[in-house]
T-cell receptor, first 112, second 114 residues
Framework: DAKTTQPNSMESNEEEPVHLPCNHS???????IHWYRQLPSQGPEYVIH???SNVNNRMASLAIAEDRKSSTLILHRATLRDAAVYYC?????????????FGQGTRLTINP | NAGVTQTPKFRILKIGQSMTLQCAQD?????MYWYRQDPGMGLKLIYY???????DKGEVPNGYNVSRSTTEDFPLRLELAAPSQTSVYFC?????????????FGNGTRLTVT
């Protein structure tokens, strides 16, 4: 299965943009890039997903490199509530969720 | 919708005791999953179900059992608790199995076995 690599931790300031990187050099053509986040003492929650084009939703934006070997989750204006562990996960078109791999993710700290 | 509800939130067990972790979802999702998360680590899949009456093992099934008699409920049973089962347990559900079906997680059950 294709694997993702994320930094262990990142730090940013409140009200500033945050760019969370993810490397997935062995991604296949049918793998979607999914992001989840886990707030303290809660279960993970879905953030966003994409295949090739950049994607936006109310929570974040996802920028995908042209060769798809890396992607970046963008929080446009971080708040203290965005402090969480962010997971970058690859998912095939018909791949069941039982195949998903939640690694250690990136722990994001937001400074007031 | 309440989403995915897990009970209890916390539990302390003695070695050798048994218990059932409850999970219920009200979204009419076919797929349900049990994960465990050890401190500072990612999630590992214990068991999953693709519909009522159908279950299958995940990555770390030893020491656990599941059943799925209804679409809504997916309980996880620990028969002989061991210290290695100290962890936070998350239940999740999804409508389908494709990339367009994100997982919805409960808030977890923190279990300590001493």
């Amino acid at each position: 299965d294709a694997k993702t690599t994320q930094p262990n931790s990142m730090e940013s300031n409140e009200e500033e943009p945050v760019h969370l990187p993810c490397n997935h050099s062995t991604i296949s053509g049918t793998d979607y890039i999914h992001w989840y986040r886990q707030l303290p003492s809660q279960g993970p929650e879905y953030v966003i997903h994409g295949l090739t084009s950049n994607v936006n939703n109310r929570m974040a934006s996802l920028a995908i490199a042209e060769d798809r070997k890396s992607s970046t989750l963008i929080l446009h204006r971080a708040t203290l509530r965005d402090a969480a562990v962010y997971y970058c996960i690859l998912r095939g078109i018909i791949q069941g969720a039982q195949k998903l791999v939640f690694g250690q993710g990136t722990r994001l700290t937001i400074n007031p | 919708n309440a989403g995915v509800t897990q009970t209890p939130k916390f539990r302390i067990l003695k070695i050798g005791q048994s218990m059932t972790l409850q999970c219920a979802q009200d979204m009419n999702h076919n797929y349900m999953y049990w994960y465990r998360q050890d401190p500072g680590m990612g999630l590992k899949l214990i068991y999953y179900s693709v519909g009522a009456g159908i279950t299958d093992k995940g990555e770390v099934p030893n020491g656990y059992n599941v059943s799925r008699s209804t679409t809504e409920d997916f309980p996880l049973r620990l028969e002989l608790a061991a210290p290695s089962q100290t962890s936070v347990y998350f239940c999740a559900s999804s409508y389908g199995s494709s990339y367009n079906s994100p997982l919805h997680f409960g808030n977890g059950t923190r279990l300590t076995v001493t």
